[in-house]
């Protein structure tokens, strides 16, 4: 049976928390997966709180088919998560998050939306990917996101959520908070300023 070290184990139940107390996730929506070494990954277990987790519910994975390792039961999304971890290689962590804005932005029709309105959108997200309404941990929603995070940053899941992703804790989780940040900015104006392309051009990547 594949276990965490003690300081695998305190990194991601640090990061974990850290992504309930900015107010990324509600109750037992939301889930996070990790690379490990050897082609594996830690993924939150189904039905778990991240504000809660502890040892006992992070499953560990193989990155390459799938297989549960530890007797755990992972997130019912660990298919897209194990899919982008397989994709990009310079992703090594993915961010499930349901934050209150983002997610409300979701639920409308956020193809019509120029997210630009602060520095950080375009500096570290980019154009956002956008995902139709399918069933959660279906092949289909698990190829969409898969897809189009393979082309982007953060992905709106329509009526869902969002998923992001990261070289690190840190990367994943900052991305998830200025995006938060951003659609609460453009659901709170009526009237928008929206940074210039040939702006948001010069940050993309930058």
């Known amino acids: 049976m594949q276990n965490l070290t003690e300081n695998q184990k305190h990194r991601y139940l640090e990061a974990a928390h850290r992504v309930a107390d900015y107010g ?19 993924v939150s277990a189904s039905k778990t709180w991240l504000a809660d987790i502890t040892e006992d519910q992070i499953a560990i994975c193989s990155i390459k088919d799938g297989q549960c390792l530890n007797g755990k039961q992972p997130s019912i999304e660990t298919v897209f998560h194990l899919g982008v971890l397989r994709n990009r290689a310079d992703v090594n962590v993915v961010l499930h998050f349901q934050s209150p804005w983002a997610t409300a932005v979701a639920c409308g029709d956020p193809g019509k939306l120029d997210f630009n309105v602060i520095i950080e959108v375009p500096f570290y997200i980019g154009q956002p990917g956008i995902v139709d309404l399918l069933a959660p941990g279906s092949a289909e929603l698990a190829e969409a996101v898969i897809e189009s995070l393979n082309q982007h940053e953060l992905v709106i899941m329509k009526n869902h959520g969002l998923v992001t992703v990261g070289k690190d804790f840190n990367d994943a989780i900052q991305k998830a908070c200025f995006f938060e940040l951003a ?20 940050l993309t990547g930058a």
């Open 24 to 42: 990324l996730v509600r109750c037992s929506s939301g889930n996070l997966s990790w690379r490990l070494e050897n082609d594996l990954a830690a």
């Open 183 to 202: 659609c609460q900015i453009l659901l709170c104006q009526n009237q928008m300023n929206i940074i210039p392309p040939e702006i948001a051009d010069k």
